[in-house]
């Protein structure tokens, strides 16, 4: 089993993922290893755990520059029309605007809502081929050499987070590679943080910056003098269905 990649919680096919290489998994797909994010002279290691923090009490008013800021780092949405048989419900979606209404007051708010890089994630838990893997550094991730399509993972996901290409697509990056028939989601812009490490600014992070809001922090949850962990020892942070014991990535504080 690769060290750098979680797969001990996987139960999907009796047991014996990690005995299954070289095994026919459907007409003309054999899994032949587990998927690796890195090169192996460029490891991660489980000593940093990459995470964000929004304070939704910053999101402006109809705001979806962390949206767009994702749209033209990785190449989905309305800047890649490749799409154009697909309803908009069908399209990718990485990173999306929510809104939260209270019933009784009627007050309203919102809030970006993308893959929440569990730790314990469900999404890796059923794929039945190892392109569903979590880093050692906590990044969730699909391989899109091994994926099939199957979409369990959308299913296990309680966010909704991944989205199903229906179609052949063009002007892909090379950092955001894609494929018609295979299962995509937030990265936390991986290519970014193997580059500047705890540097990094993912893309939503950096256009919500720009448009002066500044509602993101990304950082190093496993390090005690990183921003996002002083943030969080200083002000608390909320998980979206926290009742789950997922240990989300992505903290949010105003909800």
Not at 28 to 54: C, H
Request: hydrophobic share 35%; net charge negative.
């Amino acid at each position: 089993m690769s060290e750098h990649v979680d797969t001990s919680r996987r139960r999907f096919i009796g047991g014996t993922a990690g005995a299954a290489a070289g095994m026919s998994i459907a007409p003309g797909v054999f899994l032949n290893q587990v998927a690796q994010a890195k090169p192996a002279d460029q490891p991660v290691t489980s000593e940093n755990r990459w995470g964000m923090l929004i304070d939704t009490n910053k999101c402006g008013d109809g705001c979806d520059a962390c949206v767009r800021g994702c749209m033209e780092e990785n190449g989905w949405g309305d800047i890649n029309d490749s799409e154009p048989h697909s309803a908009p419900e069908q399209k990718a979606q990485w990173i999306r605007i929510v809104e939260l209404r209270d019933t009784r007051t009627g007050y309203a708010h919102q809030l970006p809502l993308m893959c929440q890089h569990c730790k314990h994630p469900p999404c890796v838990d059923v794929c039945p081929t190892g392109a569903s893997m979590k880093r050692a550094d906590g990044i969730v991730l699909v391989d899109k050499h091994i994926c099939i399509g199957c979409r369990y993972c959308m299913m296990a996901c309680p966010y909704k987070a991944r989205s199903f290409i229906h179609e052949d697509l063009q002007d892909q990056l090379v950092v955001a590679p894609r494929g018609k028939g295979t299962v995509e989601s937030c990265t936390l812009c991986v290519h970014r943080v193997d580059r500047d490490g705890a540097d990094a600014v993912p893309a939503c992070a950096e256009a919500c910056a720009a448009e002066g809001h500044d509602a993101f922090v990304f950082g190093d949850l496993n390090d005690p003098n990183s921003e996002i962990s002083r943030q969080l020892a200083l002000h608390g942070g909320t998980e979206i269905r926290a009742d789950l014991g997922l240990d989300l990535g992505v903290r949010y504080r105003g909800i």
